[in-house]
Structures are given as C-alpha cells and as structure tokens.
C-alpha cells in the first residue's frame, strides 16, 4: 500500500512539473519587460534575411527599434522558446509596438504598405522616404 502511495505521489508530482510554462520563466520576464519598456521592439538574429527585412522598414520609417539579437545571448534559445509561448511563434523576428505583437517579417512590411505601421507608429506618411 505504502508503494502505491508513494508510486502516485511521483506521479502527481511529475504530472506538475510537465505543466509547468515558460511563461512563467525569467526569460519570459525578460520579453515582457523589454516590450513594455521600448515603443518598438524587434527579437531578432543577427544572421537571418527576414530579420535585416523588418528592421529595414524601421529604418525606411526613420526609427529606430529596441532589437534582442538571440543570437548573440547565451540565453537566446530560451528567450525564443519563451516568445513560442507567449505569441505562438519561434520564429523570428517578432516585432512589437506599443506592447502590441505585429508579427514576422511578411506581417511588418504588409503593415508598412498599407500604412498601418506608419499609424501604429504615430507617424504621418510624410515621414517616410520614398522606396
């Protein structure tokens, strides 16, 4: 009886552990501290073409983003695992504005074509440079 006690004990025990989330972790901290600290923030590595293709909208716009390259942290792979949970993608980059997720790449320059960055932003058409 004693080991069947203890057998479900370890059980429950391993249940609660395996549900524990990153959401609740450092790096997942870190990611929400970064987007409510900085108007935009792109999580980013350095290596990667659909990154330098978000962060060269910003600089289109005339500004400049707050970016996390992983690449270059120790902790990168745990932040992106962090921002799987909290947006629902590891991919990168991810950009937010104003404390709000906008996306990948393809959803940043979408939203610069058509204007929308430029509102999010608070910025007027007149501001950008012509491609």
């Known amino acids: 009886m004693a080991v069947r006690i203890l ?20 790096e997942a901290a870190f990611v929400q501290k970064t987007i409510s600290a900085h108007k935009i923030v792109i999580f980013s590595k ?15 716009l005339n500004q400049v983003p707050f970016v996390v390259e992983l690449d270059e ?18 991919t990168v980059p991810q950009v937010f504005i104003n404390k709000k997720h906008i996306g990948g790449s393809d959803d940043t320059v979408e939203a610069y074509e058509s204007g929308k960055l430029a509102k999010l932003l608070g910025i007027g058409e007149r501001e950008k440079d012509d491609l």
Do not use: M, T
């Open 7 to 26: 057998i479900a004990s370890i059980l429950v025990i391993a249940a609660s552990l395996c549900s524990l989330s990153l959401a609740d972790s450092p």
């Open 46 to 60: 350095s290596y990667c073409p659909y990154c330098r293709k978000a962060k060269s909208v910003f600089k289109e």
């Open 73 to 90: 942290r120790d902790d990168g792979w745990n932040i992106q695992d962090a921002l799987g949970e909290i947006v629902g993608r590891r």
